[in-house]
């Protein structure tokens, strides 16, 4: 039997830039057998990616700062040591309460980490979401993700 161990120090791991968010890979799909990810995401306060709905579940698990987590019509304030789970396909989007937050994301299958490898590689870093719209439509209509508002545009 083959074992797939993978360890990331502190202060490790590749990262990908999201338009509001930067994660750090810390445990890839490809040590799990494509079962699970883990990512460190750190956001600023500010713009967030609109509600939209991914094909994967996911959790998350705040480490500090202070976020809202909207799920479908509900709201959750997660501070650290607050976690939460996010089904596929429910309506979902977070916002940054302090000026920066870091949180785990623990994501079932590989889809997570190539959404957003596609989105670091497609995407300007340092442009605002209005302005990458064109870009960030074309890595949508790659992986099983949709934003509110633009399912009808794909």
Do not use: C, N
């Amino acid at each position: 039997m083959t074992h797939h161990i993978q360890h990331t120090s502190a202060g490790e791991g590749a990262e990908l830039t999201a338009p509001d968010a930067v994660l750090t890979v810390k445990i890839d799909a490809g040590h799990t057998d494509g079962h699970y990810e883990l990512f460190e995401v750190d956001a600023p306060r500010g713009p967030t990616t609109p509600p939209h709905r991914t094909g994967w579940s996911k959790a998350y698990y705040v480490l500090h700062g202070r976020m809202i987590v909207q799920i479908e019509a509900e709201g959750f304030d997660l501070g650290p040591g607050s976690s939460i789970t996010i089904p596929p396909g429910a309506l979902h989007t977070f916002t940054v309460l302090s000026p920066t937050t870091k949180f785990l994301v623990m994501s079932l299958t590989g889809a997570m980490g190539s959404f957003h490898a596609d989105l670091d590689a497609t995407v300007p870093h340092g442009r605002p979401i209005e302005e990458a719209a064109q870009e960030i439509q074309q890595v949508l209509a790659r992986h099983d993700v949709t934003v509110a508002g633009l399912e009808a545009a794909r």
